[in-house]
């Protein structure tokens, strides 16, 4: 019903955290889950599905697996429990198309969501900005050198404010449902690039070294970063490397009306707020 709650699963993520906010900015009822909120949500126990699915009216999904097999199978049997609780409606937060099994993984879980009678808009999303502020690439930054495998290809990075402003358009307006969008910022970026902007808005060298396959595996391994986290993120290096998503889309001006943001404005905005302050640890 419109009055029921808004279900936003990953509360606590990038984008959840954002979409929750959002939401009840606007005077939406939102029941915000993760596995530690009040109402514990957790995708390896189902007994903990059907408390937050009840008297829901949509819901917005993240997944952090999805790209395997086991999340593909616990979004179908979710989608399935959130049909049968009456939810009419899901907004997931996927990724774009690359021909890797990770992306068939993506669009075997966007068809579970389908094939259960859910109204599925999925969200395909790129890198984030905010994955240099506030996530796994902070610590990289602020040792100044972003010691990577990407060669010299290019990502439409995409502002995480962004991603969460289409999500609740999503969620709160059916001329969406049964949509595709593959959300991206407004120009491509290399990590050369990257860099460049994030020393001059901070006056602090940063320097991207493009590393090989095998040398980012080594160093990562050496500092104790768990083997299955080190090889899926070379995976998704290797893919800009290798220039398979290097396009843009329209698709976030289309649906609010303005231009995605910049990275020179996250840039700017984040170094004023003093985010890559050498005396800030992550």
Known sequence: MPNDPILVIGASG???SRVTASLQKRGFDVRAVSRKSKIPFDWNDKGTWNKVLSGI???YIVHPGLGSSQASDQIHD???AAANAGIKKAVLASTPDDGSDFSEWMRTAEKHIVDSGLNLTSLRLRWFFQNFSEDFLLPVVLSGELRLPAGT???AFIDADDIADVAVAALIDDCHNGRFYDLTGPRLLSFADIADEITRAT???LNYIALTPEMFITEQLAHNVPADWVYTLNTLYQNIAHAKL???SGDVEAILGKPARDFSDFVFQAAKDG???NDKSV
Do not use: N
Request: positive net charge.
């Open 57 to 59: 009216r949509a819901v």
């Open 246 to 248: 290097e396009k843009i």
């Open 14 to 16: 990038k984008t959840g």
């Open 275 to 277: 985010v890559w302050e």
């Open 153 to 155: 290809g290019k990502e």
């Open 78 to 80: 979710f989608s399935l």
């Open 203 to 205: 006056r602090q060298q």
